[in-house]
């Protein structure tokens, strides 16, 4: 494989933790560079040399089979000329007709800073419209709302550090464990360094993370803005507070304290459903603390009270002086590696360029003779539910999506769907050739991704980096910053005629200088006129980065120096609002969503790889045991959900019994998509309703109505190529698709299958159906090419190592062909779930292990590899430390008692 190894630095394209990725480039047999390897760069401070199972598996998910390589208008290739001017004609005419506010873009957290600037720039400052809104704005909104309304500035105060700084680390609505990896592996080191170092986590659901919670808070969902008020009333009531800072640094004390004096302890308790004792006990904790950390993500920001809940944080961080100094702050966890970069650009429809403010006059003025542009936009463009339910109502003409499958991840997706109908031209940039946004796409560009294009993030502690481009864009693809500039210019406007991203970089980086004199908090000046080697080795760094601070700034406020006109930070008094989407009696259930470990989003680059598809095959919704009892559900059983505005449409789920999900909630991930499943996307079950002051949807809690569905008939179809989607329709009513390395299988439910269709699709040399049931294999010269198994009862689980030995297999023995026919895979494969992906260790080997005396995490680890990699799977398998349960594998993988032993073993740690 190729010659000598170069290697080059830079940044994973996942999470918002940034870390430092080192890849070491080869050469395929055609001379073509690719990557030979990677793996974490030690020097990078975000990650020192680890990675989390989806860095560590980016090789895999980079293929080039599913990519879209050419423009393509109403399903038809064409080049890139024609595309653009397509695209600029589109806009040019919708904007001639309706005006600037008819037009907007959508675009993502996970385009590079660069990308981001020329799009905020192209829409601002020459389009005349504030109409470009970002995902962030399912993320990050409240987080910036709630810094904006507390320190006057969009400004995360803490890093990383602080991790091992702190003395108790609080985690509110977050799933670290799964979603930050990198960063909870720091917490579970700081924790051995400092056994004194206390963790509460603060969580409707027990999840992976609560493994090394000191105390966990299983809150009522969406009151969290009652636990931090009874935490102020606390430390007022108990004279606590730091009164020197208040005077000094604060004003507003006295309102919230009011509001916070409403709830007392007991009062507390009964809202957040929490005992008073835990309640008493993690307030004595923060008041006896000298620091404390509040580490908070999803379950805090995605609420239709998110800004507040931000602010109920950050008012008890301001009371105790807990903010400013190692170990101490309120510490907003972003999700998409380049969030923060989007928000320091001004990348939203509330806000104007690098920190400057969209409603002052004379910023605007700064900003637009800066750019030396025609026009500038004067009033807050329409966030992103909002600028949807505009389109569905006509009002949108041209819309451009960037770098996000809005499809999937926006709140009410049949009304995302009727708006891109609506909608006259939308044009739609993505790496991949099919999601479930494409599919609506008029004009479909292929960008460039990661690993090809350069620029900067900025990641969760304000830490700036470099993502490198070190192989070529496939295809046409080109990055997004040069298909914006190429619009730009086509519509006729200058200021796009960038050669280099570290232009754009050098622009975006003296903007934020511009009679900044320490008024604003983002100021990376100093990085201004860096050559393009310079922008090129460019060192991770941490903004500001200014004359006064030109190696960067580990934390902000350590002088008190708030960014209000009178430099003090403001108390916020807050009252509780319950969640807009209340349930009753005909949707009781609260549905909340999220993360699996191994999936990232849409699914569009890590369902392609095999492996991050095996630790959770299907999207199982979560449910407590009993109320699975009262509604009749088995675990591995189908249940539907529908919500009031659905109008009866369902999305249908398999279900896996969890005790650690509170009673009348239930979980699901929010990854599953058209892509990848008949019903399996809940976007739909999300009402379109938001936060007041940030505009965030309240993806945490939806209504919802469960029932059993039965569809009798359940096989899964393991093959070699996909079917169409519309083949699939006729064949099933459900299914669920899941790639393995040379093939893939199909999950399928049915009431009346027509599983003899197969026959038609894949005719085969000779089919073998002699079984139970509907079993059958197609050979092809004694290879399998396509096989059918089925169940009475629920979808079939069988072990994915099973599954890829037929594909693998030249010849079937008549062994293999009659264990296949049987329902029967042979033993050795069935080891249960794989808990640990880097050294394929499944639940099997993990439990005889433990019988076997292996009795801490770093024991099974010596023995069996697993944890020893990424790490990721050390939650899981302190766990299975705690198990009581004896493995007891039969022939198949049975999720029903894998069920019912994982719910023994987590009402025993409840
Ligand atoms: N594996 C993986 N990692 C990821 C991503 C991914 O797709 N996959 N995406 C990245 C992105 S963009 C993001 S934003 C982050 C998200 O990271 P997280 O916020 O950690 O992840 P989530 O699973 O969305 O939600 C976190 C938790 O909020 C809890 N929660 C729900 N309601 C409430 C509530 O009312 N109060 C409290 N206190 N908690 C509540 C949920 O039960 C859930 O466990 O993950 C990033 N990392
Ligand atoms: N129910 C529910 N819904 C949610 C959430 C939840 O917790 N629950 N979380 C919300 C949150 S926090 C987030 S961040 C969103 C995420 O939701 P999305 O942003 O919609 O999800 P992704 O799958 O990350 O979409 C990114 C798209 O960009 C493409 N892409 C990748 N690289 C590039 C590139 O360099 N250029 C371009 N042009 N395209 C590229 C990918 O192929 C993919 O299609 O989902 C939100 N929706
Ligand atoms: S924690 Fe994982 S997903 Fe996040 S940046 Fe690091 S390697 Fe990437
Ligand atoms: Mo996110």
């Known amino acids: 494989m190729g010659s000598a190894a170069s290697l080059c630095t830079t940044t994973c394209p996942y999470c918002g933790v940034g870390c430092g990725v080192d890849v070491s480039l080869g050469r395929n047999n055609d001379g073509q560079p690719m990557i030979d390897s990677l793996q974490g760069s030690p020097e990078h401070p975000a990650n020192h040399g680890k990675l989390c199972i989806k860095g560590s598996k980016l090789q895999q998910t980079n293929r080039l089979e599913h ?7 109403a399903g038809q290739e064409v080049g890139w000329q024609q595309a653009i001017e397509k695209v600029a004609a589109g806009f040019s005419d919708a904007i001639a007709r309706h005006g600037p506010d008819a037009v907007a873009f959508y675009v993502s957290g996970q385009l590079l800073t660069e990308d981001y600037y020329v799009a905020n720039k192209l829409m601002k400052g020459y389009i005349g419209s504030a109409n470009i809104d970002t995902n962030s704005r399912l993320c990050m909104s409240s987080a910036v709302a709630g810094y904006k309304r507390a320190f006057g500035a969009d400004a995360m105060p803490c890093c990383y550090e602080d991790l091992e700084q702190t003395e108790l680390l609080i985690l509110v609505g977050s799933n670290a464990a799964w979603t ?32 090394l919670a000191d105390l ?11 636990l931090f008020n009874g935490l102020l009333a606390y430390l007022a009531a ?45 307030y004595r904790w923060f008041a006896d603390s000298s620091s404390a950390l509040s580490f908070f993500s999803m379950g805090v920001n995605q609420s239709t009270s998110g800004t507040d809940k931000v602010n109920a944080i950050i008012n008890c961080h301001l009371a105790s002086g807990k903010i400013g100094k190692p170990g101490s702050g309120p510490f907003s966890i972003t999700g998409q590696p380049n969030a923060m970069g989007g928000r320091e650009v001004g990348g939203l429809a509330t806000l104007l360029a690098a920190h400057l403010d969209l409603h002052s006059a004379a910023h605007r003025q700064l900003l637009q003779d800066y750019w030396q542009s025609p026009t500038m936009a004067h009033k807050a463009g329409l966030p992103a539910v909002e600028l949807f339910q505009q ?8 819309l451009w999506i960037m770098g996000t499958n809005p499809m999937v991840s926006l709140p009410d997706s049949n009304l995302v769907r009727q708006a891109l109908k609506r909608c006259e031209l939308v044009v739609v940039s993505d790496c991949v050739a099919h999601n479930d946004t494409l599919a609506l796409a008029h004009v479909q560009l292929p960008a460039a991704t ?11 502690e304000r830490r700036i980096s470099r993502q490198r481009g070190f192989l070529p864009p496939p295809g046409q693809a080109m990055p997004d910053w040069q298909i914006l500039c190429a619009v730009a210019r086509a519509m006729g406007f200058s200021g796009f005629d960038f050669g280099h991203p570290g232009e754009i970089f050098d622009e975006y980086a003296r903007l934020t200088g511009l009679e900044n004199q320490g008024r604003r908090a983002l100021d990376i000046s100093a990085l201004a006129g860096l050559t393009h080697s310079e922008y090129d080795r460019l060192a991770p760094v941490q903004w500001p980065v200014s004359a006064k601070s030109r190696q960067g700034s580990k934390r902000l406020f350590t002088d008190g120096h708030f960014y209000t006109p009178d430099g003090r930070a403001n108390f916020v008094a807050l009252d509780y609002q319950p969640p807009q989407q209340r349930t009753d009696q005909a949707f009781p259930y609260v549905l909340n969503s999220g993360r699996i470990r191994d999936q990232w989003h849409t699914m569009t680059r890590t369902g392609q790889a095999a492996e991050l598809m095996q630790h959770e095959d299907r999207p199982w919704l979560r449910i407590h045991p009993q109320d699975a009892a009262t509604l009749g559900l088995a675990g591995g059983q189908l249940a539907a959900l529908s919500a009031r505005h659905c109008q009866g449409q369902q999305v249908i789920l398999p279900v896996k019994l969890d005790a650690g999900v509170r009673r009348g909630e239930l979980f699901a991930p929010m990854h599953w998509n058209g892509q990848f499943a008949s019903h399996g996307a809940i976007g739909s079950l999300f009402a ?18 469960v ?9 899964l179809l393991l093959c070699r190529r996909s079917l169409q989607i519309g083949q699939l329709t006729e064949l099933a009513d459900y299914w669920l698709k899941i790639p393995l390395d040379k093939g893939l299988y199909y999950l399928l439910a049915s009431r009346a299958p027509n599983w003899h269709l197969l026959a038609q699709y894949w005719p085969a040399e000779e089919s073998l159906s002699q079984g139970r049931g509907a079993a059958c294999l197609a050979l092809q010269q004694g290879r399998l090419d396509w096989a059918l198994t089925d169940s009475p009862s629920g979808l079939p689980s069988l072990p994915t190592a099973y599954l890829q030995s037929l594909l693998d297999t030249g010849v079937l023995s008549a062994e293999q062909q009659s264990g296949w026919l049987r329902g029967e895979p042979d033993k050795i494969y069935c080891q249960g779930r794989q808990i640990c992906s880097c050294f394929k260790v499944h639940e099997k080997q993990v439990l005889e292990a433990i019988a076997a005396g292996q009795d801490s995490v770093g024991k099974l680890g010596a023995s069996l590899q697993c944890g020893t990699g990424c790490g990721s799977c050390k939650p899981e398998l302190s766990r299975l430390l705690k198990t009581p349960v004896q493995p007891a594998f039969s022939g198949g993988q049975s999720e029903g008692s894998l069920d019912q032993r994982a719910a023994i073993l987590l009402e025993e740690a409840v």
């Open 391 to 398: 389109m569905a109502q006509g009002k949108i003409k041209a």
């Open 216 to 226: 966990h808070l299983a809150i009522r969902p969406g009151t969290d803005v009652v």
């Open 707 to 715: 029932e059993p569905v039965d569809h009798q008939h359940y096989g």
């Open 67 to 73: 990519r879209l390589l050419v423009p393509r208008i």
């Open 238 to 282: 108990h004279e606590l507070l730091d009164r020197d800072f208040i005077e000094g640094h604060t004003q507003g004390i006295e309102r919230a304290l009011a509001k916070a004096a409403e709830w007392p302890l007991e009062r507390v308790a009964n809202t957040c459903d929490l005992p008073v004792k835990d309640l008493r006990l993690f």
């Open 688 to 705: 379109p309703l938001s936060d007041p002051y940030s505009f965030q949807p309240g993806l945490k809690h939806a209504a919802v109505a």
């Open 450 to 460: 990661w690993s090809e294009k350069d620029g900067t993030v900025t990641n969760s």
């Open 180 to 211: 930050h990896p990198v960063l909870y592996q720091r917490m579970e080191r700081a924790k051995q360094l400092n056994p004194a170092l206390k963790l509460v986590n603060i969580d409707p659901r027990q999840t992976a993370t609560t493994e």
